[in-house]
C-alpha cells in the first residue's frame, strides 16, 4: 500500500528538504508516499551536472540538488511525480522504478493515441525525438525520492536557457503542444493508475 498526496504548488527547496526528512526518518513500518506537485519556475542542478550546461539562468533560481542527472526546469504547468519508496521492502530495483515511471509516461500517452519511446542514454519520455518527461532519482537508505516530471502546459522558453539534461541540441515539448486537451487532475489520475500498476502496488484508502 502506497499513500498518495496531491500538495499543489510548493517551493522546490523546502519540498526537497522534506523529501530528505522523510526518507532520513522513516523506519521500516513506515508507509510509502507518491507526491504529486509542481512547483514555481526554477533550474535544477543533479549532483554531477556541469555548470556549463546551465546557459543564461537570467532571474530563475538555481538549485544544486542530490538527484541523478543534469540540468533541467521546473515550473507552473509541469507534474511531479515523487514516489518515496522502500524499494529493498517493495522488492524494486532502481532500474524497474526508472522504467515503472517511463512507462507511465508512455502508457498515457498511448491512451491518447501519441507515440513515445524512452532512452537508455538519457532517462525519460521522448515524442519525435522531443522530451516530454525526464527522470531524475536519488536512492539514500534503500529508499527513493525525487522523480519524474512531465510537461502538461508549461512554458517551454525556459528550456531555451539551459541544454536540458547535457544535451545542447535536444529539444522540449508538452502535452499541450502535442494535442492533449485532457485537465491536470484526469493526467494525474491515469499516470497514478499506470505508475503503481506498474510497480505493483496498490493506493492506500482515503
Known amino acids: 500500500m502506497i499513500v498518495v498526496r496531491a500538495l499543489g504548488r510548493q517551493d522546490y527547496e523546502p519540498l526537497w528538504r522534506n523529501m530528505q526528512r522523510f526518507t532520513d526518518e522513516r523506519d521500516s513500518d513506515s508507509a510509502d508516499e507518491l507526491w504529486f506537485t509542481e512547483h514555481p519556475p526554477v533550474f535544477t ?19 544544486q540538488v542530490d538527484r541523478g542527472g543534469q540540468v533541467t526546469y521546473h515550473g507552473p504547468g509541469q507534474l511531479m511525480i515523487y514516489p518515496l519508496i522502500d524499494l529493498k521492502r517493495a522488492k524494486i530495483g532502481v532500474r524497474e522504478l526508472v522504467t515503472g515511471l517511463e512507462r507511465c509516461a508512455i502508457d498515457l500517452l ?33 529508499a527513493s525520492y525525487h522523480g519524474m516530471a512531465l510537461n502538461i502546459d508549461v512554458d517551454l522558453e525556459p528550456f531555451t536557457h539551459i541544454n536540458p539534461c547535457g544535451f545542447s541540441d535536444l529539444e522540449v515539448t508538452d502535452l499541450r503542444a502535442l494535442g492533449v486537451t485532457l485537465a491536470p487532475a484526469e493526467i494525474q489520475t491515469r499516470v497514478q493508475d499506470h505508475l503503481l500498476g506498474h510497480l505493483g502496488l496498490h493506493p492506500m484508502p482515503d
Open 45 to 63: 542542478l543533479g549532483l554531477n551536472a556541469s555548470r556549463e550546461h546551465l546557459l543564461s539562468p537570467g532571474d530563475i533560481p538555481v538549485v
Open 110 to 142: 498511448a491512451g491518447l493515441g501519441i507515440d513515445s519511446v524512452a532512452r537508455k542514454d538519457a532517462p525519460g519520455v521522448y515524442v519525435d525525438h522531443k522530451k516530454v518527461a525526464s527522470v531524475g532519482l536519488r536512492i539514500r537508505r534503500g
